[in-house]
Structure formats: structure tokens, C-alpha cells
């Protein structure tokens, strides 16, 4: 058995800052100190899959080639400009001891991974069950009823569906939009409304961006179902990078800029959806892990009406607007030696009370998976809550990506959006592993 113990200390934190175009050296908030553990229980350690090893540091992202020039007649602005920078850097210091000090006396969850017997989904496109398709994004999904419905995307999206996670064997079948657009989509969350309406959201990949190249930019688009996504409705897309960002040159193997391999959680309160979104486009302070968000009131017609966040204030448009990354990548993805996370799944966890975030890491822009990393954060409002990504896992596969939690009990409806003590963790469409979430103190 191997354990995981991760310390991770949170603190609402507000920011009011003005609106600025993009800029290269915008401040990137770093993700709030915490304390961590790690604790190794292994009869056998040698044959142990799951690493608790701990990570490198993060290598800092290039800092720019040019140096900035202060004229004699432009020193009296530089002279206001970096006491205002001294000011703010007090301010930020001050906020991160008190931070410091509120978290005192708090104790970290415990993720413990435990072997369990291979679970595969059908994945996408599979001729016979006993050859699974690929999963090739998250895989959502709902219950209506007695019945459990999952969508695995590979560039178009099937629906299962069966009496729980274990078995989805009542139905399979490739789903229908009601248009076509240019590129593939990828069908990576969706959210079951009272009426019974099932409200998705796709990852778009449109082709010939950059002509002669296989590289394409990801945008994010919205979906509406009267039949539990067997046929779907695309209301449009809500998502994407700022215009004039296109990268051609880039190092990366797939992309070339774009928003997109993101998830979709709601409050507690039903009042927003928030849109956890991976960024490739822009400077490096622009990339990494981003939040969006948008009134649930807003779903049937939701264009226009995403607000990315940034510096502090939702207040970007979700079509071409900036963001401050909650993890910004540590390596431009556009090196070929990029350093990024990615790809975020997450759940409300009803154990710990909290939201769990799952995480790929690149480790170059081949997208090399580099581990699968965890973080906690208990108010979605509060993107500087979550805590700095600490690794459960490595040792996998170069494309062992898409990391997934999948709750596993169905006589309270558990999905991928919701999870309980006990989970199942799913990796590109397979678990071999149980994921059992701890609370601080708790017995095993």
C-alpha cells in the first residue's frame, strides 16, 4: 500500500485589479504555501506502480530577451514604478504570512491508492466489447433514473450506458450533432438539469490553421440534449484564445495556440458553471491551467456569456480574453523542452467536503506525461485557492494522459462530478487503482 499525505493550506483571496491588454510580464499569482508529507506503506516497493516520490521543482519560465532600457528623462516614472512595485510586493508578502498564519493547526487529506481488478470503458468507435475503442479526453457522466450514462470521445463521441460504472452493457453507441463544423469534437462534460435536460460541452480541434501541418488550436463549444446526448444540439462555441495568437512555428507536436482538454463542475449553489481550461496560446504567462465561468442561468444560451478570469476579476470575455493561470506553465508550450500541466478533471468530493483537481504534466512538446498530480481547493469562487499540484502517480506510458476520478457508488448517483471516500481512478480509459480520500485525523 502507498500513501500519499498532502498538507495543503487555503485562503479566500480577493484581487481588484484594472483590465489591461495581454501582456508577456503580467504578475502571475503563485499558488498559496502549503506543507506536505508523504508517508510509503509498501509490502513490496519494487513492484509498486504508484510513485510517491515527490517532484522536482518547478523550473521557472524564461524571463524574456530583451533587457528594459530606463532613459534619463524617463526616471522619474521608473523611480515611481518600482516603489509602486516595492509597495505591492509588501502588500502580496504581508497577505502570504497571514495566509500562513490562518492555516495553522490544519492537517491534509490522505489520498491512498489501492491495487484493483482492470476496469477499461468501451472507449470510442469499438467494434466489439472485448476490444475497447481509444479515450482520448475526460469521459462524463449522468444518471437519469436507475440508469448510468458515460461518453468517451476519440474525435467523435459514444454513448454507454448500463446499471452502474461496472456495468455498461445496456446500450453503445455513436452519438449525433445536428450540424457539422470544421475538425473533430471531443465531448469532455456534460451536467443533467432538473427538467431533464443534459447540457454538454466539446473540445472543437478545427483543421488547416497552419497549412502543410498536422497543428491545430482548440476552441470550447456548448451542447443541449433532450435524450440523454444520444442526439445533440450545439448552441456554439463560448471559449477561445485571443485572435492573432496562431504559433506555426511552434515545437509543440499538436497545437499551435487555443483554449481547450478542460472540465466543467457547477456550485454548490447552482449559480455558476465553472470551466477549468488548459491554455497554449500567448506568452508563457498566458499558458498552463485557467478558470472560466458562467450563470448556470445562462446554459440555453450561453455565447457571449463566459468571463475568464484574470488578475483578480472575471471580467475577460470568454471569446478572445485573457486569463491569469491558477498553474501557469512552467516551460513554454511552444519549446520544445515545455514543462506544463494540463488537462484538469474535477469532482466535489462529499468525504473531505472540498473539490478535488486531477492534472497531466508535459514534460516536453511531444506532451511526454510526466506524472498525474492532485490539488484542493473548497470554494470554486476562489481560483487562488487551490493548492500547489503534488504527484500520486508516475511511471506511466509517454500518452497515459487524461486522469479521472469516477465515483462508484450508485445508490447516490456518483460520476465523474461527484465522489464519496471510495472512487475508482481512471487513466486514458482504464483503472487499475482505487483512489480513497481521508479527511485530517481520520482512522483507517
Not at 90 to 107: I, K, M, N, R, T
Not at 129 to 136: L, M, S, V, Y
Request: glycine content about 10%; charged content about 25%; proline content about 7%.
Amino acid at each position: 500500500m502507498i500513501v500519499l499525505s498532502i498538507r495543503t493550506d487555503q485562503a479566500e483571496a480577493k484581487s481588484r485589479r484594472t483590465r489591461a491588454p495581454c501582456r508577456a510580464n503580467d504578475r502571475v499569482p503563485s499558488p498559496l504555501r502549503e506543507r506536505v508529507r508523504v508517508r510509503v506503506n509498501s509490502a513490496d516497493a519494487s513492484e509498486a506502480l504508484i510513485l510517491a516520490d515527490g517532484s522536482p521543482s518547478p523550473r521557472p519560465s524564461p524571463a524574456g530577451r530583451g533587457r528594459n532600457v530606463v532613459h534619463p528623462w524617463n526616471r522619474s516614472e521608473a523611480t515611481r514604478t518600482i516603489q509602486r512595485c516595492l509597495l505591492y510586493s509588501a502588500v502580496v508578502c504581508l497577505s502570504l504570512e497571514l495566509e500562513a498564519a490562518l492555516s495553522e493547526g490544519e492537517s491534509s487529506p490522505t489520498v491512498e491508492l489501492r491495487a484493483a481488478p482492470l476496469l477499461r470503458f468501451r472507449g470510442a468507435n469499438s467494434s466489439d466489447p472485448n476490444r475497447p475503442g481509444e479515450t482520448d479526453c475526460n469521459s462524463p457522466a449522468h444518471w437519469d433514473g436507475g440508469t448510468f450514462y458515460l461518453f468517451n470521445s476519440a474525435g467523435h463521441p459514444w454513448r454507454s450506458s448500463g446499471t452502474d460504472l461496472f456495468h455498461l452493457t445496456q446500450s453503445y453507441r455513436r452519438v449525433e450533432y445536428d450540424n457539422r463544423v470544421n475538425g473533430g469534437r471531443w465531448i469532455e462534460s456534460t451536467w443533467k438539469a432538473n427538467d431533464g435536460a443534459l447540457y454538454g460541452w466539446y473540445h472543437l480541434e478545427p483543421a488547416g490553421l497552419c497549412p502543410g501541418t498536422r497543428l491545430t488550436a482548440p476552441k470550447i463549444g456548448a451542447l443541449r440534449s433532450t435524450d440523454n446526448g444520444d442526439t445533440w444540439s450545439d448552441l456554439g462555441i463560448i471559449l477561445e484564445a485571443p485572435s492573432n495568437t496562431l504559433r506555426c512555428d511552434t515545437k509543440n507536436y499538436y497545437f499551435a495556440g487555443g483554449n481547450g482538454d478542460f472540465c466543467v463542475i457547477a456550485d454548490a449553489k447552482l449559480e455558476y458553471f465553472y470551466f477549468f481550461i488548459s491554455t497554449y496560446t500567448g506568452p508563457a504567462s498566458e499558458q498552463g491551467v485557467a478558470v472560466a465561468r458562467m450563470l448556470c442561468a445562462d446554459r440555453d444560451h450561453p455565447v457571449g456569456k463566459v468571463s475568464k478570469w484574470r488578475q483578480g476579476r472575471w471580467e475577460e470575455p470568454g471569446l478572445g480574453g485573457c486569463v491569469t493561470p491558477i498553474f501557469p506553465a512552467m516551460t513554454d508550450w511552444h519549446r520544445s523542452d515545455a514543462n506544463a500541466f494540463w488537462g484538469a478533471s474535477v469532482h466535489w468530493n462529499s468525504h473531505l467536503q472540498t473539490y478535488v483537481m486531477l492534472l497531466n504534466r508535459a514534460q516536453d512538446g511531444d506532451w511526454t506525461q510526466e506524472g498525474i498530480y492532485v490539488s484542493f481547493n473548497s470554494n470554486l469562487a476562489v481560483p487562488r485557492g487551490w493548492g500547489r499540484p503534488k504527484r500520486i502517480l508516475s511511471g506511466l506510458g509517454k500518452d497515459d494522459w487524461y486522469p479521472q476520478v469516477i465515483g462508484s457508488d450508485p445508490t447516490k448517483h456518483e460520476t465523474d462530478k461527484l465522489a464519496g471516500r471510495t472512487a475508482r481512478l481512471f487513466v486514458r480509459g482504464q483503472s487499475r487503482w482505487e483512489i480513497v480520500f481521508s479527511p485530517p485525523g481520520e482512522k483507517e
